[in-house]
């Protein structure tokens, strides 16, 4: 019976970090394409609009090329998003980002309203809305 409690080899760590790598950038090169449709945008067009080449975004999208830090910003600058969002990232509980990522202009505004409230108005907004579980 093989002993499960072994630590794995450098070889299974390597491997293990290999194929880790290689999911996130399917990952990345998913969420990119993604952002680039809903855009409406051509490669050439995301190109041209962040200085990398045709097939620099191609690479990416296909997973075969990791995606540099010049690049990540200069695509979630482009897209308007967080580079967490764009490099797939799961924020950790407690860490810097609560809730959900936020795409909806709508949604914003209303929050960004709500941020602009001081405590008497937020108290008057919820009761004129009647929204239960708030105080």
Not at 43 to 58: C, F, M, V, W
Not at 89 to 94: A, F, I, M, S
Not at 98 to 122: I, Q
Request: net charge negative; glycine share 8%; hydrophobic share 45%.
């Amino acid at each position: 019976m093989p002993n499960n409690t072994a630590e794995p080899t450098p070889v299974e760590i390597a491997h293990a970090k290999m194929w880790l790598m290689d999911n996130i950038r399917v990952r990345i090169g998913v969420r990119l394409a993604q952002l680039r449709e809903n855009a409406g945008e051509t490669q050439e067009q995301t190109a041209a609009a962040t200085g990398y080449s045709r097939s620099t975004i191609a690479n990416i999208e296909a997973g075969t090329q990791q995606i540099g830090l010049q690049a990540a910003l200069a695509l979630a600058d482009h897209f308007r998003v967080p580079m967490d969002y764009l490099l797939c990232r799961v924020v950790p509980p407690g860490g810097p980002l609560v809730g959900k990522f936020l795409e909806d202009r709508d949604v914003l505004a209303l929050v960004g309203f709500w941020e602009s409230l001081n405590d008497s108005d937020r108290q008057a907004v919820v009761r004129l809305l009647r929204i239960p579980g708030l105080p």
